[in-house]
């Protein structure tokens, strides 16, 4: 990349996130909410490390990425830079070993046995992370998480797992240009949260919730979402639709 090509992208991606924060501010001045009260999480899956340098330079200090094997490579491609990665997507029990050694969040546990898993690869490492509990708040086959009816019992048992720092919890809403049922996923994750606030074990917090994406972030912040996973917003179009990433889109 030559160095006009990198300041052009460079001040693309600086655009771009500034218009992301800006909305994210209109949106919670609108309801009456501080915008400091949601976090700005740039998704990063398929874009080259070249970019995510510029990125790293526009100010993007944090990244998630949803597969496994891409965040390890990424973070081992730029172990120079100090990013908090976030891995957002389903993980396999097999692949909590890479999982310890680098991430500092895991927005996707929604199995016991990946509990267990990481919270026994951690200790190995010496490490904790902060973790949320994925809900599939759309009821949809085809995605990961858990029944919201599922959600008290599982949570019960997470005291077991004490590298485990949990946060809060995580969803994908339906795939829909309908606001409305965008809207119930939403709804339906803030009462789980206030359930949660309730009746959870001690030790654990519920004050997160991660909602919202490049399209209907402003309707998560409006339900209640603190953490927006926000890529195509910041990074442009993907080469592969959303199906080919999050199960159940498209």
């Known amino acids: 990349m030559d160095a006009t090509t990198q300041e052009q992208q460079l001040n693309e991606i600086k655009n771009n996130l500034a218009a992301v924060k800006q909305r994210i501010v209109d949106t919670c001045q609108r309801i009456g909410r501080d915008p400091a009260s949601v976090r700005l999480l740039p998704v990063t899956k398929t874009v ?15 990244m998630g990425e949803n597969k496994i094997q891409e965040a390890r490579e ?23 070993k890479y999982l310890a050694r680098f991430a500092n969040e895991f927005q996707a546990l929604d199995s016991l046995k990946v509990a267990a898993e990481l919270d026994k690869r951690l200790q190995n490492e010496g490490r904790a992370i902060d ?9 949809e086959e ?51 949260q206030a ?20 399209g209907d972030y402003e309707l998560a912040i409006e339900e209640g979402a603190t953490v927006v996973r926000v ?11 959303d199906s080919h990433y999050w199960p159940g889109l498209g």
Not at 231 to 241: D, E, H, N, S, T
């Open 48 to 62: 080259p490390v070249e970019r995510l340098r510029l990125a790293y330079a526009a100010g993007c200090l944090e």
């Open 231 to 241: 890529g195509q917003a910041i990074f442009g179009k993907r080469p592969l639709p």
């Open 142 to 192: 085809s995605k990961f998480g858990l029944p919201p009816d599922a959600v008290r019992d599982f949570v019960k048992e997470l005291p077991n797992y004490s590298s485990l720092r949990i946060k809060g919890l995580m969803t994908l809403a339906i795939f829909s240009s309908d606001h409305d049922r965008v809207r119930e996923c939403f709804i339906k994750m803030r009462d789980i």
């Open 195 to 214: 359930m949660l606030r309730q009746e959870a074990p001690a030790g654990l917090s519920f004050d997160e919730l991660s909602m919202g994406m490049s």
């Open 74 to 96: 990424k973070s081992e491609a730029m172990s120079d830079l100090d990013i908090k990665w976030a891995v957002i997507g389903h993980l396999q029990t097999n692949k909590a």
């Open 131 to 139: 973790v949320y509990v994925q809900v599939n708040s759309s009821g």
